[in-house]
């Protein structure tokens, strides 16, 4: 007698024909999606790449299928080339966009700057290359590669550095060598405005390495007023620089402007043979400013910072952080001015404040405390302004000049005299010391002639601690007098 097998060993063919139609059609619509989503990101790519190209004046080729479209050209005198490639293979193959900007002329220092990563501190624990310029915030943030570590440092001028480190924070897979602006992203790039943007963008660093423009000239002539302690000429210099006027439009061929001072007569409005007067032709809308650069940006937030417009400097650093998102020194800077209507920092001590007797805090420790290691600007800031705002100090230092002013930026308005002395020095790595300011507002009494008959030697002084400008390890102080007893130790 034979056993009947279970039903569920041997399912009818009509039990299985439902369930494989099920997954076929599954299978089918998976497939469709995948195919459409394709289709569409390819018409976006295709779309972009196109935009693009009537708007930069670049030669497009479409490509392929698989990728390969590209535009080719010149902008703003530098070769350039994006497109699309593909790396890998099999299921590890993927599409990548890449964007090529290169310079006529190579730097000759063998430069490659790259932002810092987890890779790029395994590459140095193995001893690989990292050249350190004495700029805690770009040295924290790029990577620097060179033949002499001397030139490299020179080149590498402030608006240099500041351009830079904004470009490799803005783009995570950029690259500046000595001939050449490189980016990479993954993915095709689907938004023109994306490759118009990072095409502009490069073009600025391009040009900002070759010698700076006019941009670069500014952002250095601000740099250096700043290290004097002019902070109101550096604001200047940068707010025209962030907040240009619109231009004025090229006015269309055949219409010339009435020459100043002619007016035309318009006949009385009861001559019957005279028609309506004619109307002035509306010229061409002004065109609008290009937009600031990153590092301008910063820069007028730090300064705004200093002269104790807070408000005004934390919209500007919430600007700046849309723009670059990733820089952690605009994050930073955000982060310590804090959001609208929140806790300020403690209030300036009085412009005249007269210091205690027996006030005594060492200028050396206390510059060693704010600026010393890898101290960023903002982190001396901050370091400043939980600690020291506000603290008389009797110190000593070397008179460097002394000069009167009607209106100062950071310690009020005038008339009034400051004077500066150097401080103290700080180390600042493979570029040895670097010496600290302080900028002192001195009390109306105090005797200009006698103190600059002293300029070059070692002068007492005392005052109360007020601003720090951590980018360029300066501090400001108010209620200043000279010769008032023995200096604290330096």
């Not at 943007?197 to 952002?219: I, K, N």
């Amino acid at each position: 007698m034979s056993i009947p097998r279970p039903p569920c060993e041997n399912p009818a063919p009509e039990v299985l024909a439902p369930v494989d139609a099920c997954f076929a059609v599954i299978c089918i619509a998976v497939i469709g999606i995948a195919v459409g989503v394709t289709v569409r990101m390819q018409r976006r790519a295709e779309a972009a790449f196109q935009g693009a190209s009537r708007s930069l004046g670049l030669r497009y080729s479409p490509g392929g299928w698989m990728g390969g479209r590209r535009l080719e050209g010149e902008v703003k005198g530098y070769p350039v080339t994006v497109d699309t490639f593909t790396r890998g293979s099999g299921k590890t193959r993927h599409t990548y966009t890449r964007f090529r900007l290169r310079l006529p002329r190579p730097l000759g220092l063998g430069l490659s700057l790259t932002k810092e990563g987890f890779l790029s501190g395994v590459a140095k624990a193995f001893g690989s290359q990292d050249i350190q310029v004495g700029d805690a915030a770009f040295d924290a943030g790029v990577l620097v590669k060179g033949r002499e570590a001397g030139r490299v440092r020179d080149f590498l001028t402030p608006a240099r550095r500041m351009c830079v480190r904004h470009f490799l924070w803005a783009q995570g897979g950029g690259r500046v060598d000595d001939d050449e602006v490189y980016v990479e992203t993954w993915g095709q790039v689907t938004d023109m405005g994306v490759i118009q943007t990072t095409v502009h963008l490069m073009a600025r660093v391009a040009r900002v390495l070759e010698g700076g423009g006019e941009e670069g000239e500014d952002l250095n002539r601000a740099v250096a007023a700043r290290r004097e302690g002019r902070i109101d000429d550096a604001l200047r210099i940068v707010v025209r620089r962030v907040h240009p006027p619109p231009r004025k439009a090229a006015r269309p061929a055949g219409k010339a402007a009435r020459p100043a001072g002619k007016a035309t007569a318009t006949p009385p409005p009861d001559d019957p043979a005279s028609g309506p007067p004619d109307e002035p032709a509306p010229g061409p809308p002004d065109e609008p400013a290009p937009p600031p650069s990153p590092e301008a940006t910063l820069m007028e937030g730090e300064m705004l910072h200093l002269a104790g417009r807070l408000e005004e400097a934390r919209r500007v650093f919430e600007r700046a952080r849309a723009e670059s998102p990733g820089d952690p020194e605009v994050v930073g800077w955000v982060e310590a001015l804090g959001h609208p209507g929140g806790e300020a920092p403690a209030p300036a001590p009085p412009t005249e404040a007269v210091v205690p007797a027996g006030a005594a805090e060492g200028a050396a420790s206390v510059c060693v405390a704010l600026f010393g290691g890898t101290s960023s600007g903002v982190e001396a800031t901050r370091r400043f302004e939980g600690g020291y705002r506000g603290r008389a100090v009797r110190w000593e230092g070397t008179l460097v000049r002394v000069e009167d002013f009607s209106y100062d930026a950071v310690l009020g308005p005038g008339p009034g005299r400051r004077a500066v002395f150097e401080v103290a020095e700080v180390d600042a790595g493979l570029l040895g010391l670097r010496r600290v300011q302080a900028l002192v507002r001195l009390l109306p009494e105090e005797d200009a002639d006698r103190l600059r008959a002293r300029v070059g030697a070692r002068v007492a002084f005392e005052g109360s601690l007020l601003r720090c400008d951590g980018f360029l390890r300066n501090l400001y102080l108010t209620g200043g007098r000279t010769g008032g007893g023995e200096a604290s130790p330096t």
